[in-house]
């Protein structure tokens, strides 16, 4: 049993990318090859971590992978070319893979688990997540005239979730509730700008995940051991300066 748990992560990482490069492939199938992929990572992890890791651990470490996965079968909606093809089936093969496989290595080899694995690999989740859901609903907003909520509401339900699951290992609920607020509201911000500011695609989602990573960043300011006060400074202004130089730089409809 051991050795099937652990092949499994190599196995749902390779099934999911070849799903993915699949449905790049034949659209007229879309979203049936993909729309069970984010449920093989929860479900594989619920299965690697049954009696070692609480129910509540596993949703708060799988769900950012889960919704990365997720949204890369909404990406397909409109990347193409290369990224369609190759880019996005390894992206959501490899998230797949390395969530699975860290849950493994705390689960069953914690001398081998990096420290605080899972939660550096779900933050750094967060920006491709975010930009690809901000990239397509604005896109079917522009291409398919859909309904201007679609990227209000996505990204409020995105971040909010995100927000969540990225939370501090040692947060309380309320706390998390909070979080969960916050990014909600950064989600509508977000998906405002995304309805109404007349920029590229590209950059309505670079925007958007630098403003909700910086967000995020500043979370960590209030854990011990805090930054220094020239560190958090420089980090604040210089992702200031490149928010700045997108959008007076960007190609304005």
Not at 45 to 64: A, C, M, N, Q
Not at 80 to 99: D, K, Q, R, T, Y
Not at 141 to 163: D, G, Q
Not at 183 to 189: D, H, I, V, Y
Request: proline share 5%; with cysteine; hydrophobic share 60%.
């Amino acid at each position: 049993m051991l050795l099937l748990l652990r092949f499994l992560p190599f196995a749902v990482g390779v099934t999911n990318a070849l799903l993915f490069a699949w449905q790049s492939r034949d659209a007229s199938s879309y979203p049936w090859l993909i729309i069970w992929t984010p449920f093989t990572v929860l479900i594989a992890g619920f299965v690697i971590g049954w009696k070692r890791i609480t129910f509540s651990e596993l949703v708060e470490k799988l769900l950012p992978a889960a919704l990365a996965v997720a949204a890369c079968g909404y990406g397909l909606l409109l990347v193409e070319g290369w990224w369609a093809l190759s880019v996005i089936p390894l992206l959501a093969g490899g998230v797949s893979f390395l969530a699975l496989e860290l849950l493994f290595l705390l689960a069953y080899l914690p001398t081998r688990y990096p420290v605080n694995g899972l939660s550096h690999l779900n933050l750094t989740l967060v920006p491709p997540t975010v930009w690809l859901a901000q990239y397509t609903s604005v896109g079917l907003t522009v291409f398919v005239h859909a309904s201007r909520v679609i990227p209000i509401f996505v990204m409020s339900a995105a971040t909010a979730l995100l927000f969540w699951s990225t939370s501090h290992v040692e947060a309380s609920g309320a706390e998390r509730g909070r979080w969960a607020a916050l990014g909600a509201w950064l989600g509508l911000q977000a998906g405002l700008m995304g309805a109404f500011l007349p920029v590229s695609l590209a950059l309505q989602g670079g925007i958007a995940a630098l403003a909700i990573a910086l967000a995020l960043r500043s979370r960590r300011y209030e854990i011990a051991p805090r930054p220094s006060f020239r560190f958090m400074l420089t980090e604040v202004s210089a992702a200031s300066v490149l928010l700045l130089l997108l959008v007076a730089t960007a190609r304005w409809a």
